[in-house]
């Protein structure tokens, strides 16, 4: 039956993180703007204890539950609970949200297709004393939306595999791979068998300080600053023969790399839920703006009674309410086991649109205030942008769209 | 706890009125715009799925399920889906029953209700709009004042669907209170009361099937009891956001058989060597609808859940409205647009869907959730 | 030296034609509309004369203006004055407009690329005591934008071609192929060589009530109801040899197609302008019913004063201005001699949106009064519909400015 | 009679801006918005193009070429297509030069003048802004009114270009007339005036490499003649509109940059075996920026050319204004999405052009035509 209410679990998690993100992250959101590769230590340190003892975070909260009302009553919400608390560490910061320690994509990955002596190895790392990052190589130089066409090999020597290639734009790459940083992972897409195309791509399991991987840069970005935006080198890196995700064999089909974008479906909403923190970051301030400016939003009233700041306001509000019960819809799917491809797709097409024109928005509805960095709107309109472009832009995320209402496959629209 | 599956009898429902739609109503879609009038066997078989009795009481002769503005909102969309005129023909009775059924007096309700349970359509109707250019149905011009035990309405109503067949019209008029301010009230006003005059069949760009007429007030003594809830701001309030969800369901409707047509011709028109649905211009356009449609829908059952919960539901029914209006032209015009030079002859529907679709902004109170 | 002043010689064709609108056609706008399939003969007959005696009207007035003013003044902006023109008689009403006898694309078409025979025998038709009109003929049912794909064949038989295919969607096809309604002309495109492709498309000219062609129908239509829009079938038409416009030789490049193509360059800013004449009515409606109802336009006011209605109609202003001036460009730019291909483009997409856009915004702005057939407000919004569509759908006006900034062949970009 | 085509000395200037703005701005940008800091090298060899010094009369020093919008509107395009901030930078002086020459008494020109047109940059500037949610152009909040023979301003400013450099600054300033009515005036501030106070450098999201600063004015008492045109509306309107054809200029040429740098980008950058410029959501976003950069110029230009036969141009100079605004966001937005997530790392210049983008809704007096 129907129903947009939070059961009260949900509800409570959103309690503690909005408290958290309004006093932890927002004041030290622009700092850790104007001090970009700087890591937030005190923030990142308590995220992590927090997430231990009290089983608040996306990553962590889970384990916590677990102990507390038993697995059923987890996985019953999980991705639900997730999306909420992504929109609520988001709306504290997005750039922060996004350098909190905690198994994240790469262990995601671990988590779906792990063997359970690979989960024992590295999953565990999470529940230790010392912050943690894993993080995912997927994209390279050549190679933005396509990820087919991945470069990077893998050749098995003995008991090892040899990686060679250059990932770009990991995110937390720094933190997941640099050992000085932490005890961290990073999973890794490279192909074992490029004649065999999509089907020779599997993902790889790469420990923080291996020899034959370095981090050769970070970017400079225009938002979420206080996230590293690494590049991965490697160059004859080896790693145990034991750290393939999956089967090291190559199938005919290119089911198994259906399988590895699969993962897209769970991460995607995540995506989304981030953006929709971004964009209701703006739209709680111009609320609270109007109001102390004494203009009210007149719902119900005439179209010839609105004026183009309530149209603006009104539609700013509607398009993320919009973009977040696609959210909560794709994520909700997930918890009762359907499959949420499209849905998924939906979600962060809409959700990386919406926040970008609602952010955009806002900037210039508070005029010369909007656009002078003494607010943090302009930061969340240049942190907004991100959710239009990674984890699949949405000009690929409309394709995956149209594949799926037309029933056409990767050659048939492309 | 959030869930976004119906449930049993909600699937039922839907999946009933789904087999019409699709079957009976949307075959003839397209003869009825071009005569302007719906075929009376729909109009019975529509009855007989007995989508007007199901809300009223037993003791007045109906089935006597609880009124759900979720269900309300499944039902206007496939019917709409369908064809909008027809939706609305077939609806128009609830405009009368729903606001009767919630806010009656049990002896209106035993005068009016068993007309409604009938073998027959009994066509019921509102007047809600009025010809102005800048109408607002927070504040109508129709005035409404007590005069003894009585009140009288006097006023201008358009696109009043089945004026002519309306034994009973729900008006509505505005209250001046001692401050100035103007309070809508629903008042129910039979026909054959004096001063009342239906005027002739209106001309629009859509809605063509649809009987809608002019109506004249003037001076028209009503009894007390015929003003339902006087002075209840909120029941008002709760009246106009259903009929708000209920256009905007009929919103998704139309919009949702826009994007239908739209794809499968797409995906069997050829040109340049393809099915035009291989074009990413074209494709990316019937995933924006796709994904419009799902959006829309879900704002409007969020309004509607809301409302079932006796809650007010202005913000999420006003919004969910104006959004299902926007997309639901942007999603016909891009349809007439994926058929090309097809799209704009009258062939194919998708003219038929724009005509209609782009009535939904300035549309209120022609339907009910 | 910029200018956006029009010449006075223009301006006067301006006045002359805008009287004309409001009263010969405007008071007929709804009739033709409401009795679709009928012709306005009465209209038909008054152009036709006025465009003999006066010069006025889009097909007659440069052979008048030639009689006083001597050709140089003509030719310098016949382009710039046909839009002019266009516009204000679209202004009036798209339909009639569609409807007024005269050389049109048919004619445009044998003046291009005509023998100087043909121009005698066709053309003089023109100067005729009785309305005379010309039709092109293209589309076919199982091809739409997709021009190359033309299935329609003309064969040699000796001195004559025989012509065989179905063409549809051809404006005026009725009134210039049916010999009872006049004696006009139609030019068909077909294939003279399918193998050759685009090469092997020639375009043939088949006198009104030829043996073997016959006019199948005449689309219901959304809008433009005043104007035919009819399906052709051609049996066997045999048409002499002469009738073929350009050479009958089948060159080894597809030069000649993009010649043909290149009538469109000429044709797209008209249809551009007839867009333009119908968003200008439905904004002069607006602008004087928010006059009478003491609504102010304020032009120049700070962005928190504006009425979201205010600046509903200053975007619909600017939209429309914004293409009118890149339609007068394109037909300026053909008046100097310049290639125009990508500005022709650009004013056909930009206008065809655009005026879609104006007059359903329009109709909302009027509320109940503007979705009535009472106004003509709804009509135009179902006439400005056909210029998002014909002369190239806006899709495929996109497609040919893309490929223009990008140096793309067709066969790069589809 | 219709005319699209510049005048040959308007061709003259174009392309002598043009090499400057591509050799010499363009390389600078990224360090220059990084730095905070505009080169001196590049202040003075913009300096050395003249713009500044060609409008000025000779009687003053100047080279008393016509001042002409279109020719600014030109000059602005160009130079913002190389740096917004850079452009904005080097015309900095002619915010209060143009005004000077076309309002000033002679005695105030023969004053200030002569400083422009030296070998050597001098700043000027405005301050038309001010630090409100509300600001308006049309009503400032900074108050003027006479005492005895002289002008006292109050008020506090923002967005002052090059505010710590100039002598003088242009400043927009309300007088209350005695119906209550504000009517702007442009009031010339010599910065050494008591009451003065330059605040600290702002800090916004894009103009990151030009100094703009906050500035307080406290009961500052001005002399009557730097007043320009006291009294006057229309030359007001006048010059509000030649500082919207000048921002909105600026806009273009921003927009343009952003649509050059992703067209090569997409025909360079391959994906699913082709440049991805082949791929019709990329050509046909690429197709509409160059189709509106055009579109958006011919409005301004319409504008400027209205300027420059002294006829009132606000509904041409607001319109154009507000549209370049829209689009140039709409169009570095769409530019940076081209590049993907090279277009969100600060190696591609994209970013930039869509920092400086947003600004062009508020941003108002910061360039003059």
Chains 1, 3 share one sequence.
């Not at chain 1, 929109?87 to 994240?104: C, K, M, N, T």
């Not at chain 2, 599956?5 to 079957?23: H, M, N, P, Y």
Request: charged share 25%; aromatic share 8%.
């Amino acid at each position: 039956m129907i129903d947009f209410e939070l059961s009260p679990d949900i509800a409570s998690t959103y309690e503690q993180l909005h408290m958290l993100a309004e006093h932890a992250m927002r004041p030290i959101a622009r700092e850790y703007d104007e001090r970009e590769h700087e890591k937030p230590w005190d923030f990142i340190n308590m995220m992590w204890q927090l997430s231990r003892s009290s089983g608040i975070g996306p990553g962590a909260s889970k384990d916590k539950d677990a102990k507390d009302k038993g697995a059923a009553a987890v996985d019953r919400e999980r991705n639900l609970r997730t999306v909420v608390a992504v929109e609520e560490l988001s709306w504290g910061d997005a750039g922060l949200y996004l350098a909190i320690p905690g198994p994240g994509l790469g262990g995601a990955a671990v988590m779906a297709v792990g063997t359970p002596d690979q989960k024992q190895r590295f999953l565990s790392r999470f529940k230790g004393e010392k912050p943690v990052w894993s993080a995912m190589a997927i994209t390279e130089p050549g190679c933005g939306s396509d990820s087919a066409a991945i470069q990077a090999t893998a050749v098995r020597d003995g008991d090892h595999w040899v990686l060679n290639g250059t990932k770009i734009f990991c995110t937390s790459g720094l933190m997941a791979g640099d050992p000085s940083k932490s005890n961290g992972f990073v999973v890794v897409w490279a192909t074992v068998d490029r004649s065999a195309g999509r089907a020779g791509i599997k993902s790889f399991i790469v420990d923080a300080g291996t020899p034959g991987m370095t981090i050769a840069k970070c970017e400079d970005k225009l938002g979420i600053r206080a996230s590293d935006t690494a590049t991965l080198i490697f160059e004859d890196c080896r790693i145990p023969f034991d750290n393939i995700l999956g089967s090291p064999e190559v199938p005919k089909t290119s089911e198994g790399f259906k399988g590895v974008m699969a993962t897209f479906d769970a991460t995607r909403p995540i995506v989304a839920a981030s953006a929709l923190g971004v964009g209701r970051a703006a739209l709680d301030f111009v609320r609270d703006e109007l109001k102390k400016q004494g203009v009210e939003i007149r719902y119900g009233a005439g179209p010839r009674k609105l004026t183009a700041l309530e149209r603006d306001f009104m539609d700013m509000e509607t398009q993320l309410q919009a973009a977040r019960l696609l959210t909560w819809r794709a994520a909700w799917m997930m918890d009762q086991g359907q499959k949420n491809n499209l849905e998924a797709s939906m979600a962060k097409a809409k959700a990386g649109f919406v926040v970008t024109q609602v952010t955009q928005k806002a900037v210039e509805i508070l005029g010369p205030l909007g656009y002078s960095r003494e607010l943090l709107l302009e930061k969340w309109m240049r942190d907004a942008k991100i959710n239009d472009i990674f984890e699949g832009t949405q000009q690929i995320n409309m394709m995956i769209i149209a594949r799926r209402i037309l029933g056409y496959s990767s050659k048939e629209l492309s | 706890m959030i869930n976004f599956e119906l449930d049993e009898e909600q699937k039922l429902i839907r999946d009933t009125v789904v087999g019409f739609a699709r079957d009976e109503i949307r075959p003839h879609a397209r003869e009825a715009d071009e005569k302007g009038v719906v075929p009376a066997s729909l109009v019975q078989g529509g009855w007989e799925l007995g989508l007007v009795q199901s809300i009223i009481p037993e003791e007045y002769g109906g089935f006597g399920s609880q009124h759900s503005a979720l269900t309300g909102s499944l039902v206007a969309e496939e019917l709409a889906y369908g064809d909008l005129s027809i939706a609305m023909h077939l609806l128009a009775p609830r405009l009368l029953t729903v606001p009767l059924v919630e806010l009656g007096t049990d002896a209106l309700k035993k005068s009016l209700l068993p007309a409604f349970c009938g073998d027959a359509f009994e066509p019921g109707s509102a007047a809600v709009m009025e010809p102005r250019f800048d109408f607002d149905a927070t504040a109508p011009a129709t005035t409404l004042r007590r005069e003894g035990d009585d009140y009288i309405v006097s006023g201008g109503k358009c696109f009043v669907p089945l004026g002519s067949q309306a034994k009973h019209v729900l008006v509505l008029a505005g209250i001046t209170n001692g401050d100035g301010s103007i309070h809508p009230q629903a008042v129910i006003v039979p026909r054959d009361t004096p001063g009342v005059k239906v005027g002739g069949r209106e001309k629009n760009m859509g809605l063509k099937a649809l009987e809608t007429t002019t109506l004249e007030l003037d001076g028209c003594r009503i009894p007390r009891d015929h003003v339902l809830a006087a002075g209840d701001d909120a029941a008002m309030r709760r009246l106009a956001n259903l009929w708000r969800v209920g256009i905007a369901s009929m919103a998704v409707g139309v919009a949702r058989a826009a994007y239908d047509y739209a794809r499968e011709y797409a995906k069997d028109r050829r040109a340049f060597g393809q099915a035009i649905a291989q074009k990413q211009a074209i494709a990316f356009m019937l995933a924006e609808m796709a994904m419009e449609v799902d959006a829309m829908r879900l704002l409007i059952w969020e309004a509607a859940w809301k409302l079932d919960r006796h809650e007010d539901a202005t913000r999420e029914a006003y919004l969910a409205k104006r959004y299902a209006a926007d997309m639901s032209l942007k999603i016909t015009d891009n349809a007439l647009q994926v058929l090309g030079g097809h799209g704009y002859i009258r062939d194919h529907l998708v003219e038929l869907f724009l005509r209609n679709a782009r009535g939904f902004s300035t549309l209120e109170g022609l339907a009910i959730a």
